[in-house]
């Protein structure tokens, strides 16, 4: 299982557990010349990043090779809606350059054997069935909104998660 500290061995320190975070999760895994890439091109949009003029403190860069994780400290200056609309723009341009979506909230992310794996909901059951997933395997909870939840809500065992209330695990024993 992962732990908080290795999530904020891949996060800059210095931002407050109250920082704004948004997690963009990506249809497919980017190779890595593409996440060099991805990671470059986050950097040069937050280091530019502003709203109403002023600098954002944020960051933003891409985990497992499949999330686009953004934060963003608004202790001095909140971001305002065209902010988080230029952040967008950035997600739907990586859409555009790499054939990827970043968008499709019908596909749920599993870490399996230590990699995300992606589901289709409707498969997700079945896969509990059949025991590639199980209720101690971790969910990506993509939902998240500031820097706490991010280390420690982000990944949960799939039992604790939103989605516990709509699978059935039936007789399905836990991981040992």
């Given at each position: 299982?992962?732990?908080?500290?290795?999530?904020?061995?891949?996060?800059?320190?210095?931002?407050?557990?109250?920082?704004?975070?948004?997690?963009?999760?990506?249809?497919?895994?980017?190779?890595?010349?593409?996440?060099?890439?991805?990671?470059?091109?986050?950097?040069?949009?937050?280091?530019?990043?502003q709203t109403h003029g002023s600098p954002v403190k944020g960051w933003a860069g891409l985990l497992f090779r499949q999330f686009v994780?953004?934060?963003?400290?608004?202790?001095?200056?909140?971001?305002?809606?065209?902010?988080?609309?230029?952040?967008?723009?950035?997600?739907?341009?990586?859409?555009?350059?790499?054939?990827?979506?970043?968008?499709?909230?019908?596909?749920?992310t599993f870490l399996v054997k230590g990699k995300a794996e992606m589901l289709p909901f409707a498969q997700v059951q079945y896969a509990?069935?059949?025991?590639?997933?199980?209720?101690?395997?971790?969910?990506?909870?993509?939902?998240?909104?500031?820097?706490?939840?991010?280390?420690?809500?982000?990944?949960?065992?799939?039992?604790?998660?939103?989605?516990?209330?709509?699978?059935?695990?039936?007789?399905?024993?836990?991981?040992?």
């Amino acid at each position: 299982m992962m732990q908080v500290h290795e999530i904020a061995e891949m996060i800059p320190a210095g931002f407050p557990d109250n920082a704004r975070v948004w997690v963009y999760q990506c249809s497919r895994a980017f190779i890595e010349k593409e996440a060099r890439e991805v990671n470059e091109q986050l950097h040069h949009f937050y280091a530019g990043w502003q709203t109403h003029g002023s600098p954002v403190k944020g960051w933003a860069g891409l985990l497992f090779r499949q999330f686009v994780v953004v934060i963003a400290d608004e202790t001095d200056e909140q971001v305002s809606g065209c902010s988080t609309d230029s952040s967008v723009r950035v997600i739907k341009s990586l859409e555009r350059q790499y054939n990827v979506n970043f968008f499709d909230r019908m596909m749920i992310t599993f870490l399996v054997k230590g990699k995300a794996e992606m589901l289709p909901f409707a498969q997700v059951q079945y896969a509990i069935e059949k025991g590639y997933i199980t209720p101690d395997t971790m969910l990506f909870n993509n939902v998240v909104t500031n820097k706490k939840e991010l280390y420690t809500k982000w990944m949960v065992p799939l039992k604790d998660s939103w989605l516990a209330g709509r699978v059935s695990f039936g007789n399905v024993p836990a991981q040992r």
